[in-house]
């Protein structure tokens, strides 16, 4: 185990739009941290954003690992352990912890004003001698990071690196929002508008639920094609002059004897499509959001007749020790396909062409690699 403070590439958002590949220093893990000797790190459309966030920062939210060193208070992690980054970390203390809303915690999103944020994690990095952030407190694009020990889940080690690290983010949302979410029983019928990375991970997860019928929805045939791959029973073309998805969403209402599904999920990104999934359900039916659209969307109220509910989940309700061992069995018993998910690997030094690529929406999902892990 090293204590001394080590040098590490990192890539790093000026928040200005731009980011650059750079060295950085990171220093031993303080009480209750873990320093994690990163192997892959998944890029999703919030690494983008980032790049307007208040900078400097390291980038990088979807990682996973190898524990390079404990700090004092760490007990149920040892060194060399392989580990899985998540990013809505849990205190464990707070009253969403408490009830098992670990994704919800007060003091990681910094609701409860008298529990503090939770930024102990933010010393401990610099570049060009100044301490900067790291996005969601991970910086998962970077060969090392330190991180509290609760942001961290031993994984198996037959589950390689580069296919587990695309389970901290968008898979868990997709899989976790059939799941945990939704609720999607055995024999529902679902559609998931847009056959993206996360929308992908929609259609496993209801494969995995037993879901009967998962229409896919997309406007270009190579998703919908990808989406049968990964287990949709039906396809609906999105025709260019259908904005609002009132075309598709008749087309789907036909194929289920003109009710519409139980579960709608979008997973599009575009903000005016936040409310669509409104018009595939049927009457009582969910309609959920879970590509995390932030910008404005008009709603006409009769979209919500009659009982139907619209949920906006966080994170698929991840709790970490329950959710990242089970989708690990589901990846090695072959049931969740992340091989097909990771369609391109890259050096860090190759970061601009794979932001590139996920911006062309080229890849499901891009993954970096940083090289000489155990
Ligand atoms: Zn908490
Ligand atoms: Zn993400």
Redesign the pocket.
Known sequence: MSLATLAARGAIALGDGRFVVDTIEVDPPGPGEVRVRLAAAGLCHTDHQSLGWPGPLVMGHEGAGVIEALGEGVEHLALGQRVLLNWAI????????AAGE?HL????HGVDPS?GRSDAAEGGTRWLGRPIGRAFRLGTLSELTVVRAEALTRIPAALPLHHACILGCGVMTGVGSVIHSAKVQPGDSVAVIGCGGVGLSVIQGARIAGVGRIVAVDRRAEGLERARAFGATDTVGVHEDDVELRQAAAAVRLLTGGRGVDHAFEATGVDRLAFAPLRFVRHGGTALQVSGTRGAASVDPVDFWWDKRYLVPLYGGCQPDRDFPQLARWALDGRLDLQRMVTRRYGLDALPQAMDDLLSGRNIKGVIEFGDVA
Not at 90 to 97: D, F, L, Q, S, Y
Not at 105 to 108: H, I, L, M
């Open positions: 849990p205190c464990g203390r707070c009253v969403r912890c670990g915690c007060d003091r990681t529990l």
